[in-house]
């Protein structure tokens, strides 16, 4: 399985980006979709989640600014950010729980690191 992340660069203060993350490989079912953001020295944090049954939940220092959606069809996951501050500055993480074809059991998955960069 992997989780091909895109959308991150750098953008001052108030402006938007896109993230979007893709799973692909011997999938089974998708329990949900999702980012984490870390920042060094920091644990990484909860960003968004959205589920195969498109019910989301939100980090709260995103919340009313970050949207998250899906395309269920595609396996893939879009995250809409609106509103960017600086301390939204951060490695963004694609993260999933995945059952593979032949499991029962779903299992975590990470992508690779897209850096989002808000400058004020």
């Not at 920091?42 to 009313?64: C, H, M, W």
């Amino acid at each position: 399985v992997q989780l091909q992340a895109s959308g991150g660069g750098s953008v001052q203060a108030g402006g938007s980006l896109r993230l979007s993350c893709k799973a692909s490989g011997n999938i089974f079912r998708i329990s949900y979709l999702g980012w984490y953001r870390q920042t060094p020295g920091k644990q990484r944090e909860l960003v968004a989640t959205i589920d195969k049954f498109g019910s989301t939940n939100y980090g709260d220092p995103v919340k009313g600014r970050f949207t998250i959606s899906h395309n269920s069809a595609k396996d893939t996951a879009f995250l809409q950010m609106n509103n960017l501050r600086p301390d939204d500055t951060a490695v963004y993480y694609c993260n999933s729980r995945i059952v593979l074809r032949g499991n029962v059991d779903s299992s975590p998955y990470w992508g690779q690191g897209t850096q989002v960069t808000v400058s004020s």
